[in-house]
């Protein structure tokens, strides 16, 4: 009987990251070959770009973000947004003065900055399921 549960458990797994989105991120214009670029992918207007609101959160190393570009797996079909940042000194923040950025950032479909960060609206694009959707980001 265990063994059953565990095969059917593997094969309901197996199955269902056949059928999840994947997302392929290139990042252009990135100047500087030092520090990490923090990623943020987020499925709720409500809470874009919140840093409180996002589905999922990570850094990679400029140089791997570079020659690799950024794969983000198992993704439910839905729309997603994203931002990023070049966290140049490494300080795990996005810094800014008098709240004008000091370092680079970025948000899917380049979506346009005026005052703030765009509206999930403009950012926003669909993943279905059993799809790979590539991303190119400019840095700004």
């Known amino acids: 009987m265990k063994i059953n549960i565990i095969i059917l458990t593997l094969f309901f797994f ?3 990251k056949l059928n999840a989105g994947q997302i392929f991120i290139v990042v252009k214009n990135i100047e500087e070959k030092v520090g990490s670029i923090h990623f943020a992918l987020y499925d709720d207007a409500d809470f874009f770009p919140d840093n409180e609101g996002k589905k999922i959160g990570f850094k990679k190393d400029v140089k791997e973000v570079i ?3 950024v794969l983000i ?3 439910e079909e839905s729309y997603y947004a994203i931002a990023i940042y070049h966290d140049k000194n490494s300080n795990n923040k996005f810094d800014t003065f008098f709240a004008v950025p000091q370092e680079r950032y970025g948000f899917s479909n380049n979506a346009p900055v005026f005052f703030g960060p765009p509206s999930f609206e403009e950012a926003s694009f669909f993943v279905k399921n059993e799809e790979m959707i590539k991303i190119e980001i400019s840095l700004r």
């Open 14 to 16: 197996f199955f269902s």
């Open 73 to 75: 797996e198992d993704l």
């Open 67 to 69: 020659e690799q570009g």
